[in-house]
Each structure stands twice: as structure tokens, then as C-alpha cells.
């Protein structure tokens, strides 16, 4: 049973996803972040830099527990133990891959600042949010682009999917308030149908 | 061959490092971005979210052209197609994918808010630049706490190493003016000496 330290971020939920998704069998551990249960010194022997999500393989590489930080990290590390959601191709890995990281660079960090920015000035302040709220439209639109071609984003489910999924639902408000993405909205809800996805997001609710 | 199109960013750099590191045969293509040279038609066609860096290899997966944008996704072809820089299995390629997605999301993440906020706001807000250079040196703090233990990041030198190096090194102002991480320092002095990396940074003149 792999423990997974997590709350409702859209890391955490990463997380919670993408175990769901393999189906392995998981224990969530909720860290109220407000309360700084992810800064205590039980967490950071866990976890140094307090950080979340953290999982806990009793059965990791060699068969020795293995305790693993970084969400993206953590995806790649469940989809290689479970041989699913990397795709076998080598060509539609890379396309996999790519994605992959465009969710866990470009969007992580747009979405995340965004929202910092949002918090730091309750006020409307358009000139700080647009520097963050329109590259990460941007990036929505392409992957809404994207999408008008494929049904997921490396041509069959991957990583990438599951890494994305969790920020688009987050801020479907700002993309429909924006005019709204259609193939977008469609992979959303065709996610979120998906068992794996609302048993990853109800484990971290 | 590979084609690389990229600039001398943190993003840029990494691509050029992991190329001449991995020993690979490539041909640097500098995109100007201050010129909008990543906003041409010709540019588009291969990454049509105009960012660097990209990669055409000619000779990819089954003989056939392959385009790979996202300088993590790149430098993950570069070590798979060269076979270094990343273990095949066990706990180490965990580790060495680990502190990949900690440069590739936290690094480049945080580096490139700095950017936005610094040169694209139409307003600069001291606060919130403040934030993320101070998060920026806590996430190399962090880095350096590792390297405490370590020589490289994941133990022996690996694809982490090359994907995080182009950041510190392009942020010395940033670690100058601020009580010195020393493991950090020894590390990229080591870096800096090997001819890979060393041909790599010199890339884009």
C-alpha cells in the first residue's frame, strides 16, 4: 500500500490521480497547509523541504520502501512501475513527454503565480495578473488547439493528460469568463468521467 | 544531425548542455527573441507556441524526423538517445528523474516568473519580484542542502545536473548579493569545468 502525503492543490492532486489512474492501491494522508502541518519536523522527516505531494513506496526499486517528492516526478515514477501511461512507441513518447512538461513547467507555473498574484492584490490589479493570467490562457488555447486533432494530447492517454487535467479544472472559471476553449472542454469532461480521475480528486477533497 | 533552435536562456541553455554532454551530433540555430525571430511563420510551423528550444532530429525513433519542443522533454531525448545520463533502473533513476522535474517545474518555474515580473509587467511591483527572487534563493538553498550529501544531485552526474547547471549559473547575481551557498558553489565549479558544459553555455554568442 503506497502512502501519499497530499492536500486539495492541483499538485496534490497529481498525485492523487495519477495512483488512482494505475490503479495501485493508495492511503491518503491530508496535510492542512494553512494550519503549516507540511512545515512540522514529522513532515520534514518525510519530506526536507516540507513540500507536497510526497508518496511512500514500501515496494520500490530492488523491493526497498522508496519516499519520493516532486509531483512530475512522481508521475513518471508510477507510470514506469506500472508500465501505463507512457506511451510504447517511441515517437509518441516524446510527444508524450513534451506535453508532459509543458504541464508541469509552463502551466504549473502560470497557474501557481497567477494565483499568488491574485492573493498578494485582492484588488483587481490587471497590469501584475496579465503578466501571468494571459501566457497561461495562451497555453490553454494551444493545448485547446491541440486537441481539435487528437482526443488526448500525445494521441492516446499519457502523463501529460493527467498532469494537465488538474489545472484546466482549475481554472475553468478563468477559461469560460475568457470566452471558453470547446475541444478543451470536451477532453475536460471526457477526464472527468474517467473513474481514476474523480476517485484521484475525491481522495484529496 | 539535430537541429537545435534556441537563445541563452536558463531553457536555451540547458538543450545546448545536454547535446554537447551527451556527445550528440547538432548544429545550433540562435532564435533571437529579442527580435521576435520565435514568431516567424517558418518558426511556428515547428512549435507553434513560439518558444525555444525546439529540436529537429533528422535521424529520430525509426529512422524518420522527429520535432521535440520543451527543454526538460529535450534533454530526456538527448540522454535516452545517447544513453547517458540516465540510469536504466533502480532507485537512482528515480532520484535523477526527481531532481530533473525540480529544475524543469520549481527552477525554471520560479526563474521565469523573475522574468515576467522584472521585464514584461507593465508595472514593476518590488514585492512580488522580492518574492520570487527570495523563492528562487530558497529553492537553490535547498539544492545546496542536498549537495551537502551528494556530488550531484542524484548521486552521480546526471540528466538533473544538466538541466539545473544554466540556471545557477545565470543567476550569480542573485546568489552573489545573498549569504553564499557553498555545496552549490562547489558543484557548479565542477560543472563548469567540463568541456561539455563549458561548449554548451558558449553556444549562443
Redesign the interface.
Known amino acids: 500500500m503506497i502512502e501519499l502525503y497530499a492536500c486539495n492543490t492541483s499538485n496534490g492532486q497529481r498525485g492523487a490521480v495519477m495512483l488512482a489512474e494505475a490503479e495501485l492501491a493508495f492511503h491518503t494522508h491530508i496535510l492542512d497547509l494553512k494550519a503549516g502541518q507540511h512545515k512540522t519536523p514529522e513532515f520534514r522527516k518525510i519530506n ?2 516540507g513540500a507536497i505531494p510526497v508518496i511512500i513506496d514500501p515496494d ?3 523491493g ?1 520502501p ?1 519516499t ?6 512522481i508521475c ?2 508510477i507510470a ?1 512501475k506500472t508500465g501505463r501511461f507512457l506511451p510504447k ?3 509518441t513518447r ?2 508524450a ?6 504541464a ?3 502551466v ?2 502560470y497557474s ?2 497567477y494565483a ?2 491574485l492573493m ?1 492584490f485582492p484588488e483587481p490589479n490587471v ?2 495578473t ?3 493570467k494571459d ?1 497561461l490562457l ?2 490553454m488555447g ?1 493545448f485547446d ?1 491541440r486537441l481539435a486533432d487528437v482526443e488526448f494530447l500525445a494521441g492516446e492517454i499519457s502523463i501529460a493528460d493527467i498532469a494537465l487535467y488538474p489545472a484546466v479544472n482549475q481554472r475553468w472559471e478563468l477559461i469560460e469568463e475568457s470566452g471558453g476553449l470547446p475541444n478543451l472542454d470536451r477532453w475536460r469532461q471526457m477526464m472527468a468521467a474517467r473513474p481514476g480521475i474523480a476517485k484521484g480528486m475525491q481522495a484529496v477533497s | 544531425m539535430i537541429d537545435v533552435y534556441t537563445y541563452g536562456t536558463g531553457n536555451g541553455l540547458r538543450v545546448c548542455v545536454a547535446m554537447a554532454e551527451c556527445e550528440l551530433e547538432y548544429t545550433v540555430h540562435k532564435v533571437d527573441l529579442a527580435k521576435g525571430e520565435n514568431t516567424t511563420p517558418e518558426f511556428l510551423k515547428m512549435n ?2 513560439g ?1 525555444i528550444p525546439v529540436i529537429v532530429d533528422h535521424d ?3 529512422g ?1 524526423p ?1 520535432t ?6 529535450i534533454v ?2 538527448a540522454a535516452e538517445k545517447s544513453g547517458k545520463f540516465l540510469p536504466s ?3 537512482a ?2 532520484l535523477a ?6 529544475g ?2 520549481d527552477i ?3 526563474n ?2 523573475i522574468f ?2 522584472t521585464m ?4 514593476k ?1 518590488p ?2 519580484i522580492e ?2 527572487e527570495e523563492r528562487l534563493y530558497g529553492l537553490f538553498g ?1 539544492a545546496d ?1 542536498r549537495l551537502d550529501e551528494v556530488e550531484y544531485l542524484a548521486g552521480d552526474i546526471s540528466v538533473a545536473d544538466l538541466a539545473f547547471y544554466p540556471f545557477v549559473a545565470l543567476r550569480k547575481p542573485l546568489l552573489e548579493g545573498r549569504e553564499p551557498l557553498t555545496n552549490l558553489a562547489r558543484w557548479a565549479d565542477a560543472m563548469a569545468t567540463r568541456p561539455g558544459v563549458a561548449k554548451g553555455m558558449s553556444a549562443i554568442s
Open positions: 526536507p523541504v520500490g526499486p530492488g526497498e522508496l519520493l517528492a516532486q509531483t512530475g516526478a513518471l515514477y514506469e512507441d517511441p515517437r516524446y510527444i513527454f513534451q506535453y508532459f512538461m509543458q508541469m513547467s509552463d504549473v507555473l501557481g503565480a499568488f498574484s498578494r497590469a501584475s496579465k503578466v501571468f501566457p495562451e497555453h494551444y488547439q | 507553434p507556441l518558444s529520430g525513433p525509426g524518420k522527429l521535440v519542443s520543451q527543454s526538460a522533454s530526456l531525448y533502473g533502480g532507485e533513476r528515480v528523474l526527481q531532481w530533473l522535474m525540480f524543469a517545474s525554471a518555474g520560479t521565469n516568473a515576467m515580473t514584461r509587467a507593465p508595472e511591483v514585492a512580488v518574492f520570487f535547498e542542502e
